[in-house]
């Protein structure tokens, strides 16, 4: 018999070891999603290997299929999530056609999630340019030399095309192609998930609630 791929479930030793991190009864007593959420992404930023700031996209296509990748939160405040992309990528094409999301934050060093669902709409384009502007030269040369999501032939190809567009930005700024936009998850519905012993987890969902949030306790 060949060995499972799938890690036998905690033992109660394991769950032991897991329960300090996640103990403090008080964590949940809130009447808003979004400090909750801060204090949780910052907690991330120091335990998590890298890119603590990591979400699922969730998004779907033209026949109704669900669809799913890893993007970056790049911003984070009362109005919603916000990330930046191609809009002639699939997700942009998808976001543009169904403009809703759902988005996933999994911290495992944590044992702690976060789901949200909402609407979706495209930021200023002032936002996007600041942003723009702060990211790395290499990074805003790929943005103009990549035609993401469509067939490439080769990364020659891709190479050769980022050569080409920084010989054409030599000695200049290199400013944010149209495509190249951000987007805001305006959240309608925030749920914070983290582990417990035994699989006895702990949900807190956020609704909202006209100009405010209703929160609501959720069996594991």
Do not use: C
């Not at 999530?81 to 002639?88: A, G, I, M, R, V």
């Not at 998808?94 to 789901?115: D, G, I, T």
């Amino acid at each position: 018999m060949t060995q499972s791929l799938i890690p036998p479930s905690p033992s109660v030793e394991d769950y032991a070891a897991q329960l300090a991190a996640n103990a403090d009864e008080t964590m949940f007593d809130r009447r808003e999603p979004f400090g909750l959420f801060a204090e949780w992404l910052e907690a991330a930023k120091a335990s998590e290997p890298n890119d603590a700031n990591a979400m699922t996209l969730a998004t779907l296509d033209a026949e109704g299929m669900p669809d799913a990748r890893i993007v970056l939160l790049k911003d984070v405040d009362a109005r919603g999530f916000t990330f930046f992309s191609n809009q002639e990528s699939a997700k942009g094409e998808q976001l543009w056609a169904h403009p809703s999301a759902a988005l996933v934050f999994h911290w495992k060093s944590l044992r702690r999630q976060v789901r949200v669902r909402g609407v979706v709409e495209a930021v200023s384009a002032a936002e996007a340019d600041a942003y723009f502007a702060s990211r790395a030269r290499e990074s805003r040369i790929g943005a103009w030399a990549s035609d993401q999501s469509r067939p490439l032939a080769s990364r020659e190809v891709l190479e050769a095309g980022v050569a080409a567009e920084t010989a054409r930005f030599d000695g200049e700024d290199v400013p944010r192609p149209d495509r190249w936009i951000g987007w805001r998850v305006i959240p309608s519905q925030i749920e914070f998930w983290r582990d417990r012993p035994f699989r006895l987890h702990d949900r807190l969902r956020f609704d909202r609630d006209g100009d405010g949030w209703k929160p609501t306790r959720l069996w594991p």
